[in-house]
């Protein structure tokens, strides 16, 4: 059984090396970008919640992070393991993490603030089915419009640079001592996000000794 955390600023590639490793080595991925934002899209309350934090360009507390973490860890349908993306997020919760956990490795995507301001202030999202594009990478085909269902592009409320600037000082001041616990008990790979993503997954293989990509 494989467990790993990926770290990283928004728009360091998390979902996407996570998911990578999760598809190739039979794990599931955790992400909890992506249960809030499904939360958003199906218009629960603790989406509307996240909604409102989001839009105010805050990152979410981290009480209710925790509690939509464990619910998820507390299904147990992660036979082979898992790789989570988006926590732990303080002291408190990466102590309790590698208490409960015997985690393999933490991977944390090192990008640094001007890429990501380049990346983040570049990306779409479908209003209609919720696909993910980016201006950089991933262009649609017809301008503004995604290449699925037809829907309008728009940018999330929250990517803006007065947001961002507020959410990555928070990020920085949060992350720093999470990353102070992991890197005492060694288990930090620290790689450079500024790659193409199939270079970042194979350096992320290589050290950690995972099945090289097919």
């Not at 790993?4 to 190739?24: R, W």
């Not at 301001?117 to 503004?144: F, H, K």
Request: neutral net charge.
């Amino acid at each position: 059984m494989r467990k790993f955390v990926v770290m990283g600023v928004q728009g360091s590639g998390k979902g996407t090396q996570a998911k990578m490793l999760a598809d190739d080595l039979d794990l599931v991925h955790i992400s909890v970008g992506d249960i809030f934002r499904w939360n958003v899209q199906s218009h629960t309350k603790l989406g509307a919640q996240v909604k409102r934090i989001v839009a105010s360009g805050h990152l979410v507390g981290d009480d209710l992070v925790e509690s939509v973490v464990r619910d998820r860890l507390a299904s147990h349908d992660w036979n082979y393991g898992f790789v989570i993306d988006g926590f732990p997020r303080n002291a408190r919760q990466a102590e309790f993490f590698l208490e409960s956990y015997d985690i393999d490795g933490v991977i944390y995507l090192d990008l640094p603030d001007e890429e990501v301001y380049r990346r983040v202030l570049a990306r779409r999202l479908c209003s209609r089915c919720g696909l993910d594009y980016n201006l950089i990478a991933s262009r649609p085909r017809v301008a503004d419009t995604c290449d699925v269902c037809g829907g309008q592009l728009l940018t999330r409320s929250d990517d803006n640079p007065e947001a961002l600037e507020v959410r990555l000082r928070e990020y920085h001041a949060r992350t720093r001592p999470v990353m102070e616990i992991f890197q005492r008990k060694e288990y930090v790979a620290v790689i450079d996000a500024r790659r193409p993503a199939v270079d970042v997954q194979s350096e992320i293989r290589e050290h950690f000794g995972l099945p090289k990509l097919p």
